[in-house]
Protein backbone atom coordinates (compact mmCIF):
# COMPACT_ATOMS: atom_id res chain seq x y z
CA UNK A 1 0.00 0.00 0.00
CA UNK A 2 1.40 3.67 -0.61
CA UNK A 3 2.71 5.50 2.39
CA UNK A 4 4.58 8.14 3.22
CA UNK A 5 7.43 8.13 6.38
CA UNK A 6 9.83 11.14 7.22
CA UNK A 7 13.06 10.83 9.23
CA UNK A 8 12.64 11.57 12.69
CA UNK A 9 13.58 15.33 13.25
CA UNK A 10 12.36 16.36 9.82
CA UNK A 11 9.60 18.74 11.84
CA UNK A 12 11.69 21.39 12.62
CA UNK A 13 12.90 21.00 8.65
CA UNK A 14 10.60 23.48 7.57
CA UNK A 15 7.66 21.17 6.46
CA UNK A 16 5.69 22.31 3.80
CA UNK A 17 8.71 23.89 1.11
CA UNK A 18 11.55 23.20 -0.30
CA UNK A 19 13.90 23.22 -1.77
CA UNK A 20 14.19 19.52 -2.59
CA UNK A 21 15.75 16.59 -4.02
CA UNK A 22 13.74 14.41 -5.25
CA UNK A 23 15.75 10.81 -6.07
CA UNK A 24 14.39 6.70 -6.17
CA UNK A 25 13.96 4.11 -7.54
CA UNK A 26 13.20 4.50 -11.85
CA UNK A 27 9.83 4.15 -12.83
CA UNK A 28 8.83 5.00 -8.93
CA UNK A 29 7.15 8.15 -9.80
CA UNK A 30 9.46 11.01 -9.71
CA UNK A 31 8.59 12.84 -12.56
CA UNK A 32 5.12 12.87 -11.36
CA UNK A 33 6.59 14.65 -8.37
CA UNK A 34 8.38 17.11 -9.88
CA UNK A 35 5.28 18.33 -12.54
CA UNK A 36 3.14 18.38 -9.22
CA UNK A 37 5.63 20.79 -7.51
CA UNK A 38 5.80 22.65 -11.56
CA UNK A 39 2.39 23.00 -11.14
CA UNK A 40 2.26 25.50 -8.09
CA UNK A 41 5.08 27.42 -8.89
CA UNK A 42 8.58 25.25 -8.50
CA UNK A 43 11.46 25.57 -10.27
CA UNK A 44 12.47 22.20 -11.29
CA UNK A 45 15.42 20.50 -12.67
CA UNK A 46 15.75 17.21 -13.84
CA UNK A 47 19.09 15.02 -14.25
CA UNK A 48 21.90 17.26 -13.46
CA UNK A 49 25.40 16.00 -12.83
CA UNK A 50 26.92 16.23 -9.48
CA UNK A 51 29.88 18.44 -10.27
CA UNK A 52 26.78 21.37 -10.93
CA UNK A 53 24.19 20.70 -8.86
CA UNK A 54 25.74 22.84 -5.99
CA UNK A 55 26.23 25.69 -8.58
CA UNK A 56 22.50 25.36 -9.25
CA UNK A 57 21.42 25.30 -6.07
CA UNK A 58 23.73 28.73 -5.34
CA UNK A 59 22.25 30.49 -8.59
CA UNK A 60 18.99 29.98 -7.56
CA UNK A 61 19.55 30.82 -4.00
CA UNK A 62 17.34 33.73 -4.29
CA UNK A 63 14.20 31.47 -4.40
CA UNK A 64 15.34 28.27 -3.18
CA UNK A 65 12.38 27.02 -1.13
CA UNK A 66 10.94 26.72 -4.74
CA UNK A 67 13.56 24.64 -6.18
CA UNK A 68 13.71 20.55 -6.35
CA UNK A 69 16.23 18.61 -7.90
CA UNK A 70 15.82 15.76 -9.59
CA UNK A 71 19.00 13.13 -9.04
CA UNK A 72 19.40 9.09 -10.04
CA UNK A 73 20.99 6.55 -11.11
CA UNK A 74 21.03 8.28 -14.68
CA UNK A 75 23.55 10.10 -13.24
CA UNK A 76 27.35 8.56 -13.10
CA UNK A 77 28.67 8.24 -9.89
CA UNK A 78 25.53 9.10 -7.97
CA UNK A 79 25.24 6.33 -5.39
CA UNK A 80 29.20 6.87 -4.57
CA UNK A 81 29.05 10.39 -4.68
CA UNK A 82 26.31 12.09 -3.86
CA UNK A 83 25.94 11.40 0.28
CA UNK A 84 29.40 13.96 0.47
CA UNK A 85 27.51 16.35 -1.89
CA UNK A 86 24.25 16.11 0.10
CA UNK A 87 26.03 16.74 3.20
CA UNK A 88 27.68 19.67 2.02
CA UNK A 89 24.04 21.53 0.56
CA UNK A 90 22.67 20.44 4.14
CA UNK A 91 24.99 22.64 5.91
CA UNK A 92 24.29 25.97 3.92
CA UNK A 93 20.79 25.01 3.01
CA UNK A 94 19.03 23.90 6.06
CA UNK A 95 15.57 23.75 4.87
CA UNK A 96 16.97 21.15 2.46
CA UNK A 97 14.68 17.38 1.90
CA UNK A 98 15.69 14.86 0.57
CA UNK A 99 12.46 12.88 -0.73
CA UNK A 100 13.06 9.13 -1.73
CA UNK A 101 10.47 7.29 -4.09
CA UNK A 102 10.04 3.85 -4.11
CA UNK A 103 7.89 1.08 -5.36
CA UNK A 104 8.31 -3.22 -4.88
CA UNK A 105 9.81 -4.84 -7.40
CA UNK A 106 6.22 -6.51 -8.64
CA UNK A 107 4.76 -2.94 -9.15
CA UNK A 108 7.98 -1.54 -11.21
CA UNK A 109 7.96 -4.54 -13.40
CA UNK A 110 4.39 -4.29 -14.24
CA UNK A 111 5.04 -0.08 -15.05
CA UNK A 112 8.38 -1.13 -17.19
CA UNK A 113 6.08 -3.73 -18.98
CA UNK A 114 3.35 -1.00 -20.42
CA UNK A 115 5.96 1.75 -20.72
CA UNK A 116 8.05 2.34 -23.58
CA UNK A 117 11.12 4.04 -21.65
CA UNK A 118 13.97 1.79 -21.00
CA UNK A 119 16.03 1.51 -17.37
CA UNK A 120 18.22 3.06 -16.91
CA UNK A 121 20.66 -0.15 -16.24
CA UNK A 122 20.71 -2.12 -19.52
CA UNK A 123 23.19 -3.97 -19.28
CA UNK A 124 21.76 -6.52 -17.45
CA UNK A 125 17.85 -8.67 -17.21
CA UNK A 126 14.81 -6.02 -16.32
CA UNK A 127 14.55 -7.94 -12.76
CA UNK A 128 18.79 -7.72 -12.31
CA UNK A 129 18.54 -4.16 -13.14
CA UNK A 130 16.09 -3.22 -10.31
CA UNK A 131 17.51 -5.50 -7.59
CA UNK A 132 21.06 -3.83 -9.10
CA UNK A 133 19.46 -0.23 -8.36
CA UNK A 134 17.61 -1.18 -4.98
CA UNK A 135 21.31 -2.41 -3.82
CA UNK A 136 23.10 1.11 -4.71
CA UNK A 137 20.47 3.77 -3.39
CA UNK A 138 20.31 2.03 -0.04
CA UNK A 139 22.40 4.00 1.79
CA UNK A 140 20.81 7.32 0.15
CA UNK A 141 17.51 5.96 0.68
CA UNK A 142 18.62 5.90 4.68
CA UNK A 143 19.48 9.49 4.63
CA UNK A 144 16.32 10.69 3.22
CA UNK A 145 13.85 13.16 4.74
CA UNK A 146 10.91 11.66 3.29
CA UNK A 147 9.90 7.70 1.73
CA UNK A 148 7.17 7.68 -0.46
CA UNK A 149 6.02 4.08 -1.38
CA UNK A 150 4.16 4.74 -4.27
CA UNK A 151 3.20 1.29 -5.31
CA UNK A 152 -0.03 1.26 -4.85
CA UNK A 153 -0.54 5.28 -5.59
CA UNK A 154 -2.60 6.64 -8.37
CA UNK A 155 -0.62 9.37 -10.42
CA UNK A 156 -3.61 11.58 -9.02
CA UNK A 157 -2.83 10.39 -5.76
CA UNK A 158 0.77 10.68 -5.94
CA UNK A 159 -0.09 14.61 -7.20
CA UNK A 160 -1.51 14.93 -3.96
CA UNK A 161 1.73 14.15 -2.55
CA UNK A 162 3.63 16.99 -4.46
CA UNK A 163 1.36 19.26 -3.55
CA UNK A 164 1.36 18.36 0.44
CA UNK A 165 5.15 18.26 -0.44
CA UNK A 166 4.71 22.09 -1.42
CA UNK A 167 3.11 23.41 1.11
CA UNK A 168 -0.72 23.41 -1.07
CA UNK A 169 -3.10 22.66 1.72
CA UNK A 170 -6.17 24.12 -0.04
CA UNK A 171 -6.48 22.65 -3.04
CA UNK A 172 -8.69 26.01 -4.13
CA UNK A 173 -5.78 27.66 -4.78
CA UNK A 174 -4.77 25.11 -7.50
CA UNK A 175 -7.82 25.80 -9.56
CA UNK A 176 -8.78 28.85 -11.69
CA UNK A 177 -12.73 28.84 -11.90
CA UNK A 178 -13.76 30.23 -15.56
CA UNK A 179 -17.14 32.04 -15.58
CA UNK A 180 -18.69 32.45 -18.83
CA UNK A 181 -21.61 34.30 -20.65
CA UNK A 182 -22.74 32.91 -23.90
CA UNK A 183 -25.37 33.26 -26.51
CA UNK A 184 -27.58 29.76 -27.55
CA UNK A 185 -27.57 31.30 -30.53
CA UNK A 186 -23.76 30.94 -30.90
CA UNK A 187 -23.65 27.48 -29.08
CA UNK A 188 -22.60 26.32 -25.66
CA UNK A 189 -18.84 26.68 -25.48
CA UNK A 190 -17.11 23.62 -26.32
CA UNK A 191 -14.96 23.39 -23.16
CA UNK A 192 -18.03 24.19 -20.79
CA UNK A 193 -17.98 22.00 -17.48
CA UNK A 194 -20.87 23.27 -16.29
CA UNK A 195 -23.60 24.96 -18.24
CA UNK A 196 -26.39 26.45 -17.09
CA UNK A 197 -29.41 27.64 -18.98
CA UNK A 198 -30.97 30.82 -17.41
CA UNK A 199 -33.53 31.67 -20.06
CA UNK A 200 -36.60 31.00 -18.01
CA UNK A 201 -35.94 34.45 -16.45
CA UNK A 202 -36.95 38.38 -17.05
CA UNK A 203 -35.85 39.32 -20.16
CA UNK A 204 -34.46 42.92 -20.65
CA UNK A 205 -34.38 42.92 -23.92
CA UNK A 206 -38.57 43.67 -23.99
CA UNK A 207 -37.83 47.21 -22.39
CA UNK A 208 -36.72 49.56 -24.95
CA UNK A 209 -34.85 51.84 -22.69
CA UNK A 210 -32.86 48.50 -21.30
CA UNK A 211 -32.80 46.94 -24.81
CA UNK A 212 -29.21 48.42 -26.07
CA UNK A 213 -27.68 48.06 -22.59
CA UNK A 214 -25.56 45.07 -21.65
CA UNK A 215 -25.92 43.20 -18.28
CA UNK A 216 -23.84 43.90 -16.19
CA UNK A 217 -25.20 47.97 -16.80
CA UNK A 218 -26.69 49.37 -13.34
CA UNK A 219 -29.95 50.27 -14.83
CA UNK A 220 -30.51 46.41 -16.59
CA UNK A 221 -28.49 45.42 -13.01
CA UNK A 222 -31.49 46.61 -10.99
CA UNK A 223 -34.56 46.09 -13.21
CA UNK A 224 -33.06 42.03 -13.09
CA UNK A 225 -32.47 42.51 -9.26
CA UNK A 226 -36.03 43.69 -9.20
CA UNK A 227 -37.32 40.90 -9.96
CA UNK A 228 -37.45 38.19 -6.82
CA UNK A 229 -37.05 34.89 -9.48
CA UNK A 230 -33.14 36.49 -10.36
CA UNK A 231 -31.94 36.71 -6.82
CA UNK A 232 -33.42 33.56 -6.31
CA UNK A 233 -31.92 31.63 -9.39
CA UNK A 234 -28.81 33.65 -8.99
CA UNK A 235 -28.16 32.26 -5.31
CA UNK A 236 -29.45 28.72 -6.04
CA UNK A 237 -26.95 28.73 -9.06
CA UNK A 238 -23.84 29.91 -6.71
CA UNK A 239 -24.91 27.54 -3.79
CA UNK A 240 -24.70 24.70 -6.86
CA UNK A 241 -21.14 25.59 -8.16
CA UNK A 242 -19.93 26.37 -4.41
CA UNK A 243 -20.96 22.91 -3.73
CA UNK A 244 -19.62 20.97 -6.37
CA UNK A 245 -16.56 23.17 -7.40
CA UNK A 246 -14.45 21.56 -4.14
CA UNK A 247 -15.00 18.07 -5.92
CA UNK A 248 -12.92 19.15 -9.07
CA UNK A 249 -10.62 20.68 -7.03
CA UNK A 250 -10.06 17.20 -4.88
CA UNK A 251 -9.14 15.77 -8.66
CA UNK A 252 -6.74 18.36 -9.04
CA UNK A 253 -8.50 19.77 -11.78
CA UNK A 254 -6.63 23.25 -12.46
CA UNK A 255 -9.38 24.24 -14.17
CA UNK A 256 -13.15 24.68 -14.35
CA UNK A 257 -15.40 26.50 -16.82
CA UNK A 258 -18.88 27.52 -15.54
CA UNK A 259 -21.02 29.13 -18.47
CA UNK A 260 -24.41 30.75 -18.21
CA UNK A 261 -26.47 31.02 -21.63
CA UNK A 262 -29.31 33.33 -22.42
CA UNK A 263 -30.84 33.91 -25.75
CA UNK A 264 -28.74 36.74 -27.23
CA UNK A 265 -25.75 36.10 -24.56
CA UNK A 266 -26.04 40.75 -23.77
CA UNK A 267 -28.56 40.56 -20.82
CA UNK A 268 -29.55 37.73 -18.55
CA UNK A 269 -26.35 35.79 -18.92
CA UNK A 270 -24.16 38.50 -18.48
CA UNK A 271 -26.00 39.59 -15.19
CA UNK A 272 -26.08 36.26 -14.07
CA UNK A 273 -22.40 35.19 -14.48
CA UNK A 274 -21.46 38.40 -13.39
CA UNK A 275 -23.51 37.62 -9.85
CA UNK A 276 -21.48 33.53 -10.29
CA UNK A 277 -18.28 34.92 -10.51
CA UNK A 278 -18.20 37.38 -7.57
CA UNK A 279 -20.15 34.80 -5.30
CA UNK A 280 -16.93 32.24 -5.76
CA UNK A 281 -14.39 35.29 -5.76
CA UNK A 282 -15.94 36.08 -2.05
CA UNK A 283 -15.47 32.22 -1.19
CA UNK A 284 -11.75 32.49 -1.79
CA UNK A 285 -11.57 31.07 -5.44
CA UNK A 286 -9.48 32.75 -8.51
CA UNK A 287 -11.61 33.55 -10.70
CA UNK A 288 -11.58 34.37 -14.65
CA UNK A 289 -15.20 36.03 -15.70
CA UNK A 290 -15.07 36.43 -19.90
CA UNK A 291 -18.37 37.35 -21.66
CA UNK A 292 -18.18 35.74 -24.78
CA UNK A 293 -21.20 37.30 -26.90
CA UNK A 294 -21.88 40.35 -24.81
CA UNK A 295 -21.06 42.79 -27.86
CA UNK A 296 -21.82 40.19 -30.83
CA UNK A 297 -25.37 42.12 -29.96
CA UNK A 298 -26.77 45.08 -32.70
CA UNK A 299 -30.32 46.55 -32.37
CA UNK A 300 -32.44 45.53 -34.47
Same mark, same amino acid.
Given at each position: ???????????????????????G????????????????????V????L????????????????????????T????????????????????????????????L????S?S?????????SL???????????A?????????????????????R??????????????????????????? %?PS?????? @? =?????? $?? &??? *? +????????????????S??? %????????? @? =?????? $?? &??? *? +????????????G??????? %?????????????????????????????
Amino acid at each position: MGRVTMRTGEGDRNPGGGPFILTGYSGSGKTVLSRGLEDIGFHCVDNVPLEVIEPVFRCLEPRIERVAVVLDVRTPGFSERFPEVLERLRERFTTLKLVFVEASLQILLHRYSISRRPHPIRSTSLTEAIADEVESLAEIRGLADVVIDSSQLEPLELRRQALALGGLIDLRELMVLEVESFSYLHG %VPSDASLAF @D =VRFLPN $PY &YVP *E +LRPLPGDHPDVVAWLESHTE %VGETVGRLC @D =VVLDLA $PR &YAA *E +LKSRLNVAVGCTGGRHRSVY %VADRIAHGLESSGYTVALHHRDRNRWRPS
